[in-house]
C-alpha cells in the first residue's frame, strides 16, 4: 500500500539527496516525539477504514443484505481514497498545504463520514456515499502524513515509512478489538472509531514538518505513461498490483475465513475474538519491520519476493486450514497476515530507484491510484465465490496477485544484473 508522496521524503533513493535540503540537525527527542506523534495520528484515523466492516453482520442482519451488498462497505472507501490520493497528488495539495491543517482536516471529516450511520436512521445507500467521503478523507491523511513522518529523518527513513505502514495495519484492525468489547451494538463500534478519528484531528493539529523535506515539482504527464513504457517500472508496477489484489481481499474477509475454523476463528489464534486484530494489526505490524530491515540487509528486490512468494503460499494452503490442527492454522495465518503486507514499505522505494527524481512523484501517485482501484475487485467478488465454493477455497483467487508479483520482480532483479553485472549482489537495490 504505497503512497504517493516526495521520492526525497520518504526513501532513501541514491538520486534524491541532490534534492534534499539540511536543515540544522533538531534534537533526537524533538525526531521521536513527530515520528510517534505521526505513527499515533495514523492508528487513530485509519480506524475508520474498517469500521463498517468489522461490523459488517450487523449491518447485513439491520438493512437486510446480502454478501455482495456488504463488500461494498469496503470497496467504497477504497475506491474513494484512490480518487482522493490522485486528486490531492496531481494538484500537489499535501506540498502546498500545510499538514497542521490538512491532517487534521481529512481525520475530522472521516471521523464525521463514520459516526453519521450510527447518528442518523439513514439506509445503506446514503451509507455508501458517505464510505466513498470517508476514503477521500483519509487521503488527506495518510499519503500527507507519511511525508510528514519521513521528513524527520534522513538515514532511517525506511524505518519511518515501515512505521507508517505499520500504523495503517494496527488502525485498519482496530474496529475489529473494538467490536470483541462489550459494547450495547454496532454503533458503539462506530462512534468509537469516529472518536478516535477525532482525537486524530486534534493531535494533527500540532504536526510539523521537518527539516529533511525533497524539493518537489508540477506533475508531469508522461511521468504515469512511464509506468508503462519503461521496462523497469512497468516490473515494478505489476509487481505492486499483484500485491494490492491480495492485500485488501484478504484483509477484508478475514473474519468471514476465520469463522470457518474450528471455534469459530478466535481461538485458533490463542485469544478468542481477537483473531482478526491479530491478524490484520499484530502481524502486520511486525511483518512492516521485519520487511524493512530485512531489506536494508539483503536488498529491496531480493526481499520483496521472498515475502510475496511467501504469501502465495499461504494462499495455497487456505483450502487445508479447516483439517489442520489448530496450532498449524494459527502459524499460517500469522505468517500470511505479516507477509500480505510486510512488502509494501517496499513498492514506493523499488519505483523511486527506477524513476526521474523530477518525476516520480507522480508515478507514485498514479501507481497507487491504480493498485488500490484494482483491489476493489477481490474485495466485491469473493463473496459471490464463496457463496458456491466456501471461504476456504474462494481465497485461493488471491493467489494470482502474489504469484505475478514474485514473477515479475524476478524479471525485475535479472534486468538488474544484465544492467549492473559489476554490482555486487548484497548492494543492489
Known amino acids: 500500500m504505497d503512497q504517493p508522496v516526495d521520492v526525497s521524503a520518504t526513501v532513501g533513493s541514491p538520486r534524491a539527496p541532490a ?48 454478501a455482495g451488498e456488504v463488500s461494498w462497505l469496503t470497496s467504497c472507501v477504497l ?49 455508501l456515499a458517505l464510505r466513498v467521503l470517508t476514503g477521500m478523507a483519509l487521503a488527506a491523511v495518510y499519503p500527507p502524513g507519511m511525508k510528514a513522518v519521513a521528513s524527520w529523518t534522513l538515514h532511517r527513513r525506511g524505518s519511518a515509512v515501515a512505521l507508517v505502514v505499520a500504523s495503517l495495519t494496527l488502525g485498519s484492525a482496530l474496529p475489529h478489538a473494538l467490536r470483541t468489547l462489550p459494547l450495547p451494538g454496532w454503533r458503539s463500534v462506530l462512534f468509537l472509531s469516529a472518536a478516535a478519528a477525532a482525537l486524530a484531528a486534534a493531535l494533527a493539529a500540532t504536526t510539523r514538518t521537518g527539516p529533511h523535506t525533497g524539493h518537489t515539482t508540477a506533475p508531469r504527464t508522461g511521468a504515469a505513461l512511464e ?17 494490492m489484489w491480495e492485500v485488501y481481499g484478504l484483509w ?43 531489506a536494508d540487509r539483503w536488498g529491496r528486490v531480493r526481499v520483496t519476493k521472498v515475502i510475496v512468494t511467501v ?3 499461504c494462499c495455497l494452503l487456505a483450502p487445508a486450514l479447516p483439517r489442520l490442527p489448530a496450532t498449524p492454522t494459527a502459524v499460517i ?18 519505483l523511486a530507484d527506477s524513476s526521474d527524481p523530477a518525476t516520480v512523484g507522480t508515478a507514485l501517485t498514479v501507481q497507487m491510484a491504480l493498485g488500490y482501484s484494482l483491489a476493489a475487485i477481490p474485495v466485491l467478488f469473493l463473496p459471490h465465490l464463496a457463496a458456491h465454493i466456501g471461504w476456504p477455497w474462494a481465497l485461493l483467487a488471491l493467489t494470482p496477485g502474489p504469484l505475478a508479483s514474485a514473477l515479475s520482480l524476478r524479471r525485475l532483479r535479472g534486468l538488474d544484473a544484465v544492467v549492473a553485472p559489476a554490482t555486487p549482489r548484497s548492494s543492489r537495490p
Open 311 to 313: 504469501s502465495a503460499v
Open 227 to 243: 509506468l508503462f513504457r519503461d521496462r523497469r517500472q512497468r516490473l515494478v508496477t505489476v509487481a505492486y498490483l499483484g500485491h
Open 79 to 127: 475506491l474513494g481514497f484512490a480518487a482522493g490520493a490522485l486528486t490531492l497528488g496531481l494538484l500537489r495539495v499535501a506540498d502546498r498545504t500545510r499538514p497542521s491543517l490538512l491532517l487534521p482536516l481529512g481525520a475530522l471529516t472521516a471521523a464525521v463520514c463514520t459516526a453519521l450511520p450510527a447518528a442518523l436512521p439513514i439506509g445503506f445507500v446514503p451509507t
Open 333 to 350: 495465518l500469522l505468517v500470511w497476515g505479516a507477509s500480505v503486507i510486510g512488502d509494501s514499505p517496499l513498492y514506493s522505494a523499488l
Open 252 to 294: 477484508t474477509w478475514a473474519v468471514a475465513l476465520l469463522a470457518t475454523l474450528p471455534g469459530s476463528g478466535g481461538p485458533v489464534l490463542g485469544v478468542p475474538g481477537w483473531g482478526p486484530f491479530l491478524l490484520i494489526g499484530v502481524a502486520g505490524a511486525l511483518g512492516c519491520f521485519a520487511a524493512g530491515s530485512a
Open 19 to 66: 534534492a534534499v535540503r539540511r536543515d540544522p540537525r533538531p534534537r533526537p527527542g524533538t525526531v521521536v516525539r513527530h515520528v510517534t506523534l505521526g505513527a499515533l495520528v495514523q492508528v487513530l484515523a485509519l480506524s475508520t477504514w474498517y469500521a463498517t466492516s468489522a461490523v459488517a453482520p450487523q449491518l447485513a442482519r439491520h438493512w437486510s443484505l446480502g
